[in-house]
């Protein structure tokens, strides 16, 4: 059964499609991120679910039940903010409990919820503190307790981890995925961050211009991009797309991504124009006609700024897209 589903939903903004005709279903139990650029109508669809903005037209179900008119208390969601929201006079277990007690659910209730939730969360002994007391991570922990405490079945964030640094943006997505796993509930997972949809989701929803660009598996999405714009949204860095490959055609791009492209004694010729070393490995970027193309190569690369190189790659890394219309060429 789909805990989420979308069919044809179109939100206007005047004469502007904000979301244009997106559809799509999300599993019980599945971690869905909507993945895209800034302004390509993620937020816009995850507020459509939850009810705080107005379809324009189509329809939202959740579960078994048409909920495209009821307002968002009716939905059974409970949603996490970029901004956290959480009330700064109140204590993290006022914060935490706080929707229960507008639902008058009763005080024993309340405490037994709220011992379960700050133990999965680790919040156990910062209880009586106020949220000013607290750190990045640790206001972040509260305002997922409080969605958690809610226990419904669907659970939507909206970028909650953008304003953490990078080591604790780690740290939190490990928690959160293995979190929502625990449960076993609904996630639905707005960012920009292609890393974050990687490395947390079960499924991938990629938006551009308020249209679903490619739904599938991170797999699905990395391994067979649907068009050019999957190919280099996903993908660090992007993949390579070059143009007048010999012997592809010149109604064809050819996509290979870095890591699958080396230096070698033959192959395209190219010129490199710049060297940075990760550790690890290296990016090598390198021109080859009217194209810049990476290669990303073990170690410190010896390459040098104007070196003469060639670039090769194995034909089954090659990826086909038609160069009028930029979709993949099964």
Same mark, same amino acid.
């Given at each position: 059964? &789909? #805990? $989420? &589903?979308?069919?044809?939903?179109? !939100?206007? *903004?005047?004469?502007?499609? #904000?979301?244009?005709?997106?559809?799509?279903?999300?599993?019980?139990?599945?971690?869905?991120v909507l993945l895209g650029p800034s302004g390509c109508? !993620? &937020?816009?669809?995850?507020?459509? $679910?939850?009810?705080?903005?107005?379809v324009s037209s189509g329809r939202v179900k959740i579960g078994d039940a048409d909920v495209t008119g009821l307002p968002p208390a009716r939905r059974r969601i409970s949603m996490v903010f970029q901004s956290y929201a959480l009330f700064p006079h109140l204590s993290v277990a006022e914060n935490i409990v706080f929707g229960l007690r507008v639902r008058d659910v009763p005080v024993g209730e309340r405490a /037994?919820?709220?011992? !379960?939730?700050?133990?999965?969360?680790?919040?156990? !002994?910062?209880?009586?503190?106020?949220? &000013? %007391?607290?750190?990045?991570? %640790? %206001? %972040?922990?509260v305002a997922l307790g409080r969605a958690i405490i809610a226990e419904t079945p669907v659970c939507l964030m909206d970028e909650p981890l953008s304003n953490l640094d990078a080591q604790l943006r780690q740290e939190m997505r490990r928690e959160i995925r293995a979190l929502q796993q625990k449960l076993g509930i609904t996630m639905v997972y707005v960012t920009h961050d292609q890393t974050e949809a990687m490395t947390m989701a079960d499924q991938v929803v990629l938006l551009r211009d308020g249209r679903v660009e490619q739904n599938g598996t991170p797999d699905e999405l990395y391994g067979r991009p649907a068009n050019v714009f999957a190919a280099r949204f996903i993908g660090t860095?992007?993949?390579?797309?070059? #143009?007048?490959?010999?012997?592809?055609?010149?109604?064809?791009?050819?996509g290979v991504r870095p890591e699958d492209v080396r230096l070698d004694a033959r192959g395209l010729p190219a010129t490199v124009e710049a060297v940075e070393y990760l550790g690890a490995d290296s $990016?090598?970027?390198?021109?080859?006609?009217?194209?810049?193309?990476?290669?990303?190569? /073990?170690?410190?690369?010896?390459?040098?700024?104007?070196?003469?190189?060639?670039? #090769? *790659?194995n034909t089954d890394a090659v990826h086909l897209f038609d160069a009028r219309t930029g979709k993949r060429i099964q």
């Open positions: 059964m &789909s #805990a $989420i &589903s979308l069919q044809d939903v179109t !939100k206007l *903004w005047g004469s502007a499609r #904000a979301v244009d005709g997106v559809s799509f279903e999300a599993a019980a139990g599945r971690f869905l109508g !993620k &937020s816009t669809t995850l507020r459509l $679910i939850a009810g705080l903005e107005e /037994a919820r709220l011992a !379960k939730v700050a133990g999965l969360l680790g919040l156990e !002994k910062l209880l009586e503190r106020r949220p &000013s %007391q607290l750190s990045g991570g %640790q %206001q %972040q922990r860095p992007p993949m390579n797309v070059i #143009a007048g490959v010999p012997g592809i055609g010149e109604d064809r791009l050819l $990016i090598v970027t390198c021109r080859a006609g009217g194209d810049l193309v990476n290669a990303r190569v /073990a170690r410190h690369a010896r390459a040098v700024p104007g070196e003469r190189v060639c670039l #090769a *790659w």
